[in-house]
């Protein structure tokens, strides 16, 4: 089965500084990829996904994520984040085919200093 | 228009009651899912249904019953309410493609706390 980490439980910035957030999953075979965001109160946004091609994916609000195979990692920049970027960011991974499930990592907490 | 939506948003109860969450998706969608968020924001899957048949039952007591009338719609039942019911559940729904590509969409959320 599939599992994914967020290695950062908590990230606290000012605003206009770069933002990178780090996903890792298991997983020995081709994985559909996402990036949720889930604002205070809020239900679960999609912010970007990979399935396949150029491994840089461009999502809404200037978010950007980077699929590295070799490192199974999938993280999550911004260049200059904002106030209104405070919220909780969950990673999570999906295989392509048979019933599999979608896997969550356990999300961070992003908090933006104005 | 909403996507994918639940009913109701808040529910209060308490310990021992029965109580209903209903969701409907507009997306054409043929796969939908219920999700359990606790206080510490994990997410994590407890059913999924597609075209009304079960295809996911996660680790779950077996007070919990999901009902799928028609593919666009999804609720569930819980029994017998306990303390640590108190959650947030999400409804989501999908379409998977012939290669595979596949993106969940969310509900906003039903906050159950039981008294």
């Known amino acids: 089965a599939q599992s994914v980490s967020q290695h950062n439980h908590h990230v606290i910035l000012s605003e206009a500084a770069s933002l990178e957030l780090g996903c890792n999953y298991s997983?020995?075979?081709?994985?559909?990829l996402f990036w949720y965001v889930q604002y205070p109160g809020q239900h679960l946004q999609l912010l970007l996904k990979?399935?396949?091609?150029?491994?840089l994916v461009k999502g809404i609000k200037g978010f950007e994520a980077e699929f590295i195979k070799s490192k199974f990692s999938f993280n999550l920049r911004k260049p200059s984040v904002q106030w209104s970027d405070t919220a909780e960011y969950f990673c999570?991974?999906?295989?392509?085919?048979?019933?599999?499930?979608?896997?969550f990592g356990t999300g961070t907490r992003l908090t933006i200093i104005p | 228009d909403t996507a994918v939506s639940q009913t109701p948003k808040y529910l209060v109860t308490q310990m021992g009651n029965d109580k209903s969450i209903k969701c409907e998706q507009n997306l054409g969608h043929d796969t939908m899912y219920w999700y359990k968020q606790d206080s510490k924001k994990f997410l994590k899957i407890m059913f999924s249904y597609n075209n009304k048949e079960l295809i996911i039952n996660e680790t779950v007591p077996n007070r919990f019953s999901p009902k799928s009338p028609d593919k666009a719609h999804l609720n569930l039942h819980i029994n017998s309410l306990e303390l640590g019911d108190s959650a947030v559940y999400f409804c989501?729904?999908?379409?998977?493609?012939?290669?595979?590509?596949?993106?969940?969409?969310f509900g906003p959320g039903t906050r159950l706390l039981v008294l």
């Open positions: 997983y020995g075979g081709t994985v559909n």
């Open positions: 989501a729904s999908s379409q998977r493609t012939s290669g595979g590509q596949e993106t969940q969409y």
């Open positions: 990979y399935f396949s091609g150029d491994p």
């Open positions: 999570a991974v999906l295989p392509p085919f048979g019933n599999e499930k979608l896997t």
